[in-house]
């Protein structure tokens, strides 16, 4: 079983910069496919990036590619969301996701039902 639990969100202007974390409990973090995704007012849930378990192999969405970078860190059990050069179109609740299969070299990776764990959520807005 993983707990995840978002934080770092708020209100930022356009053009500027926040950093997410996802802070997870369990042991096996180490060996999860983390990933991030985002859900914007009446749309539907979007994968961001996911990072492969040993943090050598990412994998980003069009819209934040050059934008966005994700990373891990197994020791201190944490997946960070690093955003920069922030849009108004980048408004929404983001999610930390988690799951057991390597998923990094497959299409499965940006498919939110194949993740067994989710956090709660965290708000960012991105003021024009």
């Known amino acids: 079983q993983v707990q995840l639990v978002e934080s770092g969100g708020g209100l930022v202007q356009a053009g500027g910069s926040l950093r997410l974390s996802c802070a997870a409990s369990?042991?096996?973090?180490?060996?999860?496919?983390m990933g991030w995704f985002r859900q914007g007012p009446g749309k539907e849930r979007d994968f961001v990036a996911a990072?492969?378990?040993?943090?050598?192999?990412?994998t980003y969405a069009d819209s934040v590619k050059g934008r966005f970078t994700i990373s891990r860190d197994n020791a201190k059990n944490t997946v960070y969301l690093q955003m920069n050069s922030l849009k108004p179109e980048d408004t929404a609740v983001y999610y930390c996701?988690?799951?057991?299969?390597?998923?990094?070299?497959?299409?499965?990776?940006?498919?939110?039902?194949?993740?067994?764990?989710w956090g709660q959520g965290t708000q960012v807005t991105v003021s024009s």
């Open positions: 996701a988690a799951d057991p299969e390597d998923l990094l070299h497959t299409k499965l990776v940006v498919t939110t039902t194949v993740y067994d764990y």
């Open positions: 369990g042991r096996t973090f180490s060996s999860y496919t």
């Open positions: 990072i492969s378990w040993s943090g050598r192999f990412t």
